[in-house]
């Protein structure tokens, strides 16, 4: 693959998630300036709590039909061993349930749906959510402890163990990448689900959500 920076952008916007990621960092960008520039410039604060829901109702918009990755990881068995079965049968059913309701919450919030259904909407969406990411992280835990015990065996002075500790230390980047996404989008869901000082805070949420677009730029930036 080229080396060009320009060519790599082009390959990462044409991906859905790609694209996600960089409205996402618009949405979370323009709620922390909507926070800071509110008590001074109102009129700024308006424009960009505008840029955030438009944002926001975009990247609903682009997931259109990704409930379909959940159903069809389930219908693929989503693991090698009875452990991590169950761990992927509890992990993309809640992500199915997160993009499928999520549509709901869509339509009702641009008007097509009665607008009273969004609160509704946005529970049980998050529900799901929360659900998956917790089976998720526990999933990328157990891998990334894997992957130490394995590291500890390997024989480092061969070539062939040098390429496999290598191997190993590039999955657990994108391990560690996927922790930090999915613990910021947890505590962006927590603040639907039970909302409270904290997770609902504009700097909790902008940080949070900026941390889960990069860490997600990161992974599906082409290597």
Known sequence: MSNDTVDKLVIFLAKRDGIDKLVK????????????????HPDLAKRAKNWEVASGLSRKAFR???FLTGFNAL???????????TLGIFANAGEMVYF???????VSRIGLLDASLARKMSFISAFGES??????IIMDYIMLKKGLEQER???????EGKKEMQRIKGDRIMRLMAVAANVADLIIALADIEPNPFCC???TLGISGLVSAWAGWYRNWPS
């Open 100 to 106: 499928f309701f999520d549509h709901f919450l869509w």
């Open 131 to 136: 659900v998956g990411y917790v089976f998720f």
């Open 153 to 159: 065996k390997l024989d480092k002075s061969s070539a």
């Open 64 to 66: 259109t039909g990704r």
């Open 25 to 40: 960092t618009f949405q979370y960008v323009s709620k922390l300036a909507h926070w800071q520039v509110e008590p001074t």
């Open 75 to 85: 219908r693929r068995s989503p693991g090698a061993t009875p452990l991590f079965r």
């Open 201 to 203: 805070h504009a700097v």
